[in-house]
Every structure is written in structure tokens, then in C-alpha cells.
């Protein structure tokens, strides 16, 4: 069986993207609300994080650094023990995926706050599992997508270059793991339309990143935020995660390769 899952529920991607958070927990009515992130992510994307209204009650919680089930575990307790309403993740891929998978297991809404562009953890609905000595052990599939997710292009122009590099092979892959297999399907019969659009965005992901890398690193290395930039991060977090939407049950492995940068 394939079953397609669709993006985000909201998503921003400007400026003042973090500025819609109280609005949205207001809107909502979130009165608890768990804040997961490391601490170089928290100093990142603090000078851009606007303050919690009276009224909300936040966890602010250190992430232990693996996407573990000792780790997701933890943060499930945290979640039962305040009665968490919400759930926020801010950081890497390893930090939103730990965020997703407490929020699926506790069914919680989730907000995740990339503040890498390396891979699609932001916009997919799966986690990719390790041991804590960072092992690899396998990947879970999700029902429901993220609620919200919200991108300030100043903050991941400012990450370290690495990730965003590793980004682009890691998108790259999207189109090569996946070409033989539609080439396969399309053998066997048309495709639905949800699989035609995983598809496109598949190429999508090749003609963009083929056309733009070489730009988008050289502006990144001098701190240029340029149209060409920011369409490569959204290639790496949107559309290859919208790949992955269409192509998650295609094959018994994740929707997208991880890259560990030293």
C-alpha cells in the first residue's frame, strides 16, 4: 500500500516567521507548552524569538543530543508530567525528529523551527532513530504532519556552512533514490496524482539545486541573503520534503539520508 502524506498544516518562511508563534498559541488556546532545543540553536535563533505572553507556561528543555528512544522516552515523561499542550522544537534534524516523535506517541500538536537547512526533518512526517552513541537503528513513519513550522532565513544564513552543504547532497539524493523507483511504478501503470507531484518535486529538487548550489554557498560564505540562497533552503526543508510526502511507503527505508557532518 502507498499512502501519501501531505506538508505542514502552516508554514512561514520570512523575517518575522517566529513573530506568528504567540498568535498562533493564542489562537489555539495553549496554555502548556514544551520548548525543545539545543543550546547552540537557542543562541541562534534567540535574538529573533519573540517573548511568551503571560499566561503560557513553558518547559524550556535541553535536548540531549540523539534522536534515541531513551531521549524521545524523556521527553514523552516531561510531556505526561506538565500536561503539555504543545509541543516545540527548535534546532536540527535530531532535535525536531525527538520533538515529532514525542508529539505522535503523546498525540500533541507540534511546531518544529529549523534552524539548519541540512535536511527535510522539518516538513517530513518521520524520525529518523539512533542509539545514543549515535548508531543508526531505523526510522518511524508518521500519521500526521507538523501543525506549524517556521523558517527565519537570517538564522539559518547564519548556521554553520557544513550542514547546509551536507543539505544539498542529502536533497540531491531525493532525485536519484527515487528515480528508478517511479521509472519502476510508471512501468506497472500511470501514477496517481499525489505521486505525479512527488515526482515533479523529485526533479524539482535536481534542477534547482543543479542550477543554484554553487551561487546559494558562495552567497551563504559572505552572508548575502539572495533569492538564489533561499531557494535552495527551501529545496532542502519543502520540496524534498515533499517528496518524501508522496514517496514515504514506496520503500521500506527513510524518505531521506542523513548525512553526519564531523
Known amino acids: 500500500m502507498i499512502i501519501s502524506r501531505i506538508g505542514p ?16 498559541i493564542r489562537n489555539n488556546g495553549y496554555s502548556r507548552v514544551l520548548f525543545l532545543h539545543g543550546v547552540k540553536s537557542l543562541n541562534a535563533a534567540k535574538p529573533y524569538l519573540p517573548a511568551w505572553e503571560p499566561g503560557v507556561t513553558v518547559h524550556d528543555i535541553y535536548f540531549n543530543g540523539e534522536c534515541s528512544p531513551e531521549e524521545i522516552s524523556r521527553i514523552r515523561s516531561l510531556v505526561r508530567e506538565n500536561d503539555i499542550q ?36 522539518p516538513w517530513s512526517c518521520l524520525s529518523v532513530r539512533y542509539k545514543e552513541n549515535g548508531e543508526h537503528i531505523d526510522h518511524e513513519v508518521y500519521d500526521n504532519a507538523t501543525n506549524l513550522l517556521l523558517i527565519n532565513p537570517k538564522v539559518i544564513l547564519n548556521s554553520p556552512i557544513d550542514y547546509f552543504v551536507a543539505g544539498i547532497g542529502d536533497t540531491l539524493a531525493k532525485f536519484y533514490e527515487s528515480e528508478l523507483i517511479f521509472k519502476d ?34 552567497d551563504m560564505k559572505a552572508g548575502k541573503l539572495t533569492d538564489e540562497w533561499l531557494s535552495v533552503v527551501e529545496t532542502i526543508i519543502c520540496t524534498a520534503g515533499t517528496v518524501g510526502a508522496g514517496a514515504t511507503n514506496i520503500v521500506d527505508r527513510p524518505a531521506r539520508i542523513r548525512f553526519t557532518m564531523p
Open 185 to 218: 511504478m510508471e512501468a506497472k501503470g500511470p501514477l496517481n496524482v499525489a505521486l505525479t507531484i512527488s515526482k515533479q518535486m523529485s526533479e524539482n529538487c535536481k534542477d534547482v539545486l543543479l542550477k543554484n548550489s554553487v551561487a546559494a554557498v558562495r
Open 9 to 24: 498544516q502552516q508554514y512561514l518562511s520570512n523575517l518575522d516567521a517566529y513573530n506568528y508563534l504567540p498568535k498562533y
Open 86 to 121: 504543545l509541543i516545540i522544537g527548535l534546532g536540527g534534524g535530531k532535535v525536531l525528529d525527538t520533538a515529532k516523535s514525542a508529539a505522535h506517541y503523546e498525540h500533541r500538536p507540534i511546531v518544529t523551527i529549523p534552524t539548519l537547512a541540512s535536511n527535510c526533518a
